[in-house]
């Protein structure tokens, strides 16, 4: 069954432990948006892999990966990334990872462009991974952006880049930044894309290929439902479409060939980067980082934690059609002796069961808690839901009523091991 994964909060769901779990029965795991924004943890057999660009399908022998057209793709981060994957023992060889020749290319001018909008907007910065994101889908968008296809021709790519840079180097000039000269980028681009050439081909045919011969392919999102462009936090937000329809747009494989949406949460609420949340909770942030966890993947910060916030959740249930949730770091839970759910916002003294979409809003959005009493046991030996505390199992019933999805999955430590799966 062609299965997508999402987050459905701020990103770092722990998408990446449950696509690797269920690559297993996968043939082909492809992403469909993002970068190396992304960060996505997978402990496999004692060893920690940390994927940015590379589906965490490639830990698997004989998948399939494919990096979709609708991923802005960094060249060098590639490069080193497949590197380090290939010295943990991981083999990444054209046939295994295939890349999308309609992918667009994130170039150094992206990565500082996206540094100088940073820090011209001070305090009202977006807290963004400064890995060019925004600026290599703001080129897509205005169509001056740069695909892999370009770079199959020197000279066509080096045409496109002086047409870019005529622009680019203005506002760099503007903002006090080093500007760039075409030869200087292709130079810090060309050993990378040669070596990544070999894997680059129309996946289109291929994926539905893969479709009509029953095989399966399962979707990893990259972010978060609230980091979605249209759905998010706006501006707080990533620059694609975090929720399960990117995966159509950035993949072509068409909705109707994918049945199962699973939505990854996780027990509680975490989020890096600038912008409103409403559970965020001092004590609870103190709790995780006290343990040495909640730190990102990517950049390392200290992500900002809080209680479980059902209101975005409802939001991202409906966006991304959630057949399935993935529940993740129940375990993070197993000290508390009461733990608080949101179950809506008061705006201006009026309650919302859904998340607002004006700044204003969001600013003032205050939580609306419920209480339940924790289970004060170790989950993390647990291998089905009836060896779950019951006070857990009311804690998960409770989100499935307040969301309207049943939850399919648990997750109870970060080895592929603790993942339980719910047969009710
Ligand atoms: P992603 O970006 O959604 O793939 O998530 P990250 O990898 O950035 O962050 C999730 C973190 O939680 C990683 O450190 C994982 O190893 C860890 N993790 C995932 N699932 C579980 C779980 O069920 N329990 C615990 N304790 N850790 C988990
Ligand atoms: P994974 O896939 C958490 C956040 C950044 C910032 C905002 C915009 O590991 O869940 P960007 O660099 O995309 O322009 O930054 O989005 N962000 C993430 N937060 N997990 C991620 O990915 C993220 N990717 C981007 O912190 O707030
Ligand atoms: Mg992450």
Not at 147 to 174: K, P, S, T
């Amino acid at each position: 069954m062609n299965t997508t994964i999402c987050g459905l909060q701020w990103g770092d769901e722990g998408k990446g432990k449950i696509v690797d779990y269920l690559t297993e029965s996968a043939d082909i795991v492809a992403r469909g948006q993002g970068g190396n924004n992304a960060g996505h943890t997978v402990i496999a057999n004692g060893t920690k892999y940390v994927l940015h660009l590379v589906p965490s399908g490639i830990l698997w022998e004989n998948k399939t990966c494919v990096i979709g057209n609708g991923v802005v793709m960094d060249p060098v981060g590639l490069c080193q990334e497949i590197q380090t994957l290939e010295e943990q023992g991981i083999s990444v060889s054209p046939q295994k990872l295939l890349i999308s020749d309609r992918a667009h290319v994130v170039l150094p001018y992206h990565r500082e462009l996206d540094a100088a909008r940073e820090a011209a907007l001070g305090k009202n910065k977006i807290g963004t991974t400064k890995r060019g994101i925004g600026p290599t889908y703001a080129d897509k968008a205005n169509r001056i952006g740069l695909r892999l296809a370009d770079f199959r021709d020197e000279e066509e790519a080096r045409e496109l880049i002086d047409i870019r840079l005529a622009e680019a180097n203005e506002l760099l000039e503007r903002h006090g930044l080093p500007t760039f000269t075409t030869d200087e980028v292709l130079d810090a681009v060309r050993p990378a894309i040669t070596r990544l050439l070999p894997h680059v081909t129309n996946v289109i045919p291929t994926l539905h290929a893969a479709w009509k011969e029953g095989q399966t392919i399962l979707f990893e999102g990259a972010q978060g439902s609230l980091l979605d462009i249209d759905f998010g936090t706006y501006p707080f937000v990533t620059s694609s479409n975090t929720t399960a329809g990117g995966a159509s747009t950035g993949s072509g494989l068409p909705p109707n060939a994918i049945e199962r949406v699973i939505g990854v949460c996780k027990a509680y609420t975490t989020r890096v980067g600038s912008g409103p949340m409403p559970t965020e909770n001092e004590d609870i942030s103190a709790y995780f980082h006290a343990r040495g966890m909640e730190f990102g993947a990517t950049t390392g910060r200290a992500r900002r934690c809080g209680w479980l916030d059902t209101v975005l959740l409802r939001l991202a249930v409906m966006v991304n059609g959630v057949t399935d949730l993935a529940v993740t770091i129940l375990d993070g839970l197993d000290e508390r002796d009461v733990l608080k759910i949101c179950v809506a916002y008061d705006i201006g003294g009026e309650r919302h069961e859904f998340p607002p979409s004006s700044r204003k809003d969001w600013e003032k959005a205050t939580p609306i808690y419920e209480e339940m009493p924790g289970w004060l046991e170790d989950t993390t030996k647990a291998r089905s839901w009836s060896e779950l505390p019951q006070n857990a199992q009311n804690y998960l019933n409770r989100l499935t009523e307040l969301v309207g999805a049943p939850v399919s999955f648990v997750g109870n430590g970060p080895e592929r091991e603790q993942t339980i799966i719910v047969e009710k």
